[in-house]
């Protein structure tokens, strides 16, 4: 009765079925779930856990869910002995039930006992639906018995055998031994009738069961197959033909009636009389002990039985978290899964005590040289360690959470930042499963937080080689327009050219992507950008045709690309059903054609809208300069709904808050001087951002990499003083038009640069790749100046009342400072090293509300302005002052300062007196 003795050929899969072909039809293959029998587990790399692994292989793409009745292993082998039968299928009614990929029904497989539990879920519970139920070994009609069960849970069968042989239907036993509750005693029938709590039960036997037996032979009724399998020679199971509903005649135990000839079946019972008309009862005589076949067997007999697909794939999976009113009323927060979190960080020490500062000789890199190798290798991060800092995140004033692509990477390469797919429908093993995802975005949902995935659909991995003008494979070629390159091999797991794709592993899936007419074939991109007078958006062009360095490009522009469209907007319509994410930040925009990206954008929204997301995000990364991006963005939603405001825009931020640029440069790009003003000036279309994953066309450096404090012996104090700049950094794109992005470990102040990639994207949690070039410590420190002034900043943003509202939709208008009464009133051009003011405006039921903030752009000098505000909010009439609502110089214990008096020229000017410390910054209303 257990498979520790299972005999298991393995052998390479055939992978002769597929998901995709379904999927392009709103199709998926059923999942599967799998139960186990007595004394084994749900996870026996040697039973259960190879079972699993053979249906992935022959059924590439389906999700296999195995029963676990416990937190752990050893649990789910205690309790396969010695919980109650009605207490395991109640709890695994939950456990199905609470589980999003099973949403849409399922084909289930029961081993030994575990085929009459899963008939019981049939029978009581069912919902989400069985489709085929497959009982191989399963006492079906209870056991008289228990002659044999070797392996490594021979003490519990003892135990077992004991308390069979004392007293099986003692109300101790059948309530403490789950074996009990399915003892079919033949020479005492009265006695199994009336005290045996669950197999007369489920077999509808009429002097028990009245209230439920209508139910519970509907039910088992509505599966499209009920498959029965008897091992013939098996010598654990008494009788044997139990499995196939066979059981001894009353008063006797020699003779065994079949299914055919008992009451059971004769009068319907159960409805197997009608299953077996129908040709949906079907019976299986395997030849062999219990539980003991051939993978071959079970391939070519129970695997078709698996192979069916579910009606609705893009139907979500249950209810779907609405989309938000209004974007501009988030905080985005960027982070690579790989690099945030494993959950383990209450095993590590943290890197900052607030007393004593950083500790960075402590934690140090030993190897300076081995750290910065371990940046480009994969550091562990998870899924669900992203899913354990949720209430970090809220509690810095996070709202959004984007998240670098999470879809299967090659096993081959270090692609750690998830760009280079290899796998379309699976998540990477590396951060987890389809179930962890999911499970992260309802957690985040019920802590009030959206989430964002980031898809490409411009590229794939290295998935194959080309072949050079040897004939030899290459990773990569020169650019060429034509002819197409031809595809000399497939990468294999192991990274070596192979002409045939046998493994999960190899090449490149779903099967349909396995095509050489999916790639343009061109060859690696050398001109990123456009020559003087050529039109960006010529299909044409290199950057829209070639491959992303050795990522290999999806055809988008060629003969035949709204084929390969159609499949990939197909596998991002499944994820969306498959996470309930509420929006999709999309790479490599600039590298799509523009009518596919309008095709792409279409039908996404569509799609969302639905199924009920009326407001799902699609925002593109877009470098080559406003024109282009004025391409992409497009307001009738036809397009992107916004685009990260890269290029130029970050450098400005950067300029101005450090007090090296002229701030106006920062401000005139929300007016008609620029090019994108118009769409900067709404502050929908535009995602602000100041440190970021790729740097695309600055230095490789984080904000805090390059500090412009002033020099001083005092190394406390510059410390202090790059704390408040990188906060207030923040604070300016939270109080500023458009939808604010805070890049992970910005708000640690992290300070990565390097001649690469990898030098902005250090590990947060603690891996061999720590931030200030440490390892083994940890960064989520609540407590840390930055993250205190960006949480305290970001409430007063998120507050529901008429100044937060103001800051998120208002308008917005630089104000004129003087920095001496008298003086000149200047706009922000005057402002480099002094502070710099600007309000954000909204009309309500007062008649409008004024939010002014203040910061002063030098880092070595405190200063003094004269600050203008609107003199119609601020009536001459009594005493008009303004309320700090954020000062980030104030001590968390200190009592709130006095209003700020609201002060009068003689033209009618209004204006107030403000003081701020180096980098300071100050919110008033």
Not at 522 to 542: F, R, T
Not at 546 to 561: N, R, Y
Not at 731 to 745: D, E, N, S
Not at 831 to 847: E, K, L, N, T, Y
């Amino acid at each position: 009765v257990c498979l520790t003795s299972l005999c298991w050929t393995m052998r390479k899969a055939a992978l002769v079925w597929l998901l995709f072909a379904a999927l392009a039809c709103g199709e998926v293959l059923r999942p599967t779930v799998l139960w186990h029998g007595m004394g084994d587990s749900c996870c026996n790399p040697l039973s259960l856990g190879s079972i699993k692994r053979e249906i992935e292989a022959q059924l590439p793409g389906i999700f296999v869910y195995s029963i676990k009745i416990g937190s752990s292993d050893v649990d789910d082998i205690y309790n396969s002995f010695f919980m109650n039968a009605n207490d395991q299928v109640d709890y695994v009614c939950k456990a199905l039930q609470a589980e999003p990929s099973l949403a849409h029904g399922f084909n289930a497989i029961g081993f030994s006992q575990g085929g009459q539990f899963l008939r019981a879920y049939v029978e009581r519970c069912n919902d989400p639906p069985i489709y085929n139920l497959i009982s191989l070994g399963g006492q079906q009609q209870g056991v008289f018995g228990l002659p044999n069960c070797p392996g490594d849970q021979s003490q519990f069968c003892e135990i077992v055998r004991e308390a069979l042989n004392y007293g099986a239907y003692l109300p101790f036993v059948q309530n403490h031994l789950a074996q009990a509750d399915y003892w079919h005693d033949p020479l005492n029938v009265d006695l199994y009738l009336n005290h045996c709590v669950f197999l007369p039960d489920i077999n509808n036997e009429p002097a028990v069961n009245g209230t439920n037996a209508a139910r519970y032979k509907k039910n088992l009724m509505s599966l499209n197959a009920l498959v029965l399998g008897q091992f013939d020679n098996d010598t654990m199971v008494e009788p044997k033909e139990s499995e196939l509903f066979g059981f001894y005649a009353d008063g006797q135990d020699e003779e065994v009636v079949a299914l055919r000839d008992t009451p059971l079946y004769t009068q319907d019972w159960l409805g197997l009389q009608a299953l077996d008309k129908s040709g949906r009862l079907v019976e299986l005589h395997i030849p062999g002990e219990h539980l003991q076949f051939t993978t071959a067997w079970f391939d070519q007999t129970i695997v078709p039985y698996l192979n069916n697909t579910v009606d609705g794939l893009l139907t979500p999976r249950g209810p779907v978290q609405p989309s938000p009113a209004d974007w501009r009323d988030q905080v985005l927060y960027f982070l690579l899964p790989d690099r945030f979190s494993d959950a383990q960080e209450h095993a590590r020490p943290a890197y900052d005590s607030p007393a004593g500062g950083p500790r960075r000789s402590v934690f140090a890199a030993a190897d300076e040289r081995a750290w910065r190798e371990e940046g480009a290798r994969f550091q562990g991060g998870t899924l669900r360690g992203v899913e354990s800092k949720l209430p970090y995140l809220r509690r810095l004033g996070v709202t959004t959470l984007w998240i670098a692509p999470v879809f299967k990477q090659r096993p081959d390469l270090q692609t750690y930042h998830g760009y280079g797919i290899q796998d379309f429908l699976e998540v990477e093993p590396r951060f987890g499963t389809r179930r962890d995802l999911r499970s992260l975005v309802d957690a985040a949902h019920r802590l009030g937080l959206y989430v964002l995935l980031d898809v490409v659909y411009n590229h794939s991995g290295n998935n194959f080689f080309y072949k050079d003008g040897s004939g030899q494979p290459a990773d990569t070629l020169p650019y060429r327009f034509s002819p197409p390159y031809e595809i000399a091999a497939w990468r294999s797991a192991k990274g070596l050219p192979v002409g045939t794709i046998e493994t999960r592993d190899d090449g490149v899936w779903p099967r349909e992507f396995q095509q050489e007419w999916c790639y343009t074939r061109a060859g690696e991109i050398s001109h990123w950008d456009c020559a003087p007078g050529q039109d960006w958006a010529n299909p044409a062009n290199e950057w829209l045709r070639g491959d992303f360095f050795d990522l290999k490009d999806m055809k988008l522009c060629d003969d035949g690309w709204q084929g390969v469209l159609e499949l990939l907007i197909k596998v991002y319509q499944y994820w969306i059903a498959v996470s309930d994410c509420d929006g999709m930040r999309i790479d490599s925009v600039k590298h799509v054609p523009l009518e596919a990206s309008r095709r792409f954008c279409g039908a996404i929204h569509e799609y969302a809208e639905s199924i009920g997301k009326h407001n799902f995000l699609l925002l593109g990364e877009i470098t080559g300069g406003p024109q282009v991006v004025k391409g992409y963005l497009e307001l009738y939603g036809r397009n992107l709904d916004a685009a990260l405001d890269l290029g130029e825009a970050p450098q400005r931020l950067i300029d101005f808050t450090k007090g090296t640029g002229n701030p106006s440069a920062f401000f005139d790009q929300f007016t008609g001087h620029s090019e994108l003003g118009t769409h900067r000036e709404i502050g929908r279309y535009h995602v602000s951002v100041l440190d970021d994953h790729d740097m695309v066309g600055r230095q490789r450096a984080r904000f805090s990499a390059v500090s412009a404090e002033a020099a001083t012996a005092d190394s406390a104090t510059a410390t202090a003083r790059r704390y408040a700049q990188v906060a207030h950094a923040v604070v300016i794109q939270l109080t500023t038009l458009g939808i604010p992005c805070i890049y992970y470990g910005t708000e640690q102040a992290f300070d990565g640069s390097g001649d690469g990639d990898r030098f902005v994207r250090e590990c947060m949690f603690g891996g061999r790749f720590g931030a200030f070039r440490t390892t083994g410590c940890h960064f989520f420190d609540e407590r840390h100046p930055t993250y205190t002034r960006i949480a305290a900043a970001a409430a007063v943003v998120h507050a529901r009342d008429a100044a937060g509202n103001a800051l998120r939709r208002g308008r917005q208008y630089p104000r004129e400072t003087r920095v001496e009464a008298g003086g000149p009133w200047r706009g922000p051009d005057a402002g480099q090293g002094q502070i710099v003011a600007w309000s954000r405006i909204s009309a309500d039921a007062s008649g409008g509300t004024e939010v002014l903030v203040a910061y002063n752009t030098s880092a070595s000098t405190a200063r003094h302005a004269d600050v203008t505000v609107d003199a119609s909010l601020h009536k001459p009439q009594g005493a008009a002052a303004m309320r700090v609502l954020y000062d980030g110089d104030a001590k968390g214990d200190a009592p709130p300062p006095p209003p700020f008096a609201v002060n009068r020229e003689a033209d009618g000017r209004a204006w107030l007196a403000v003081d701020l410390p180096p980098c300071g910054l100050i919110i008033l209303s």
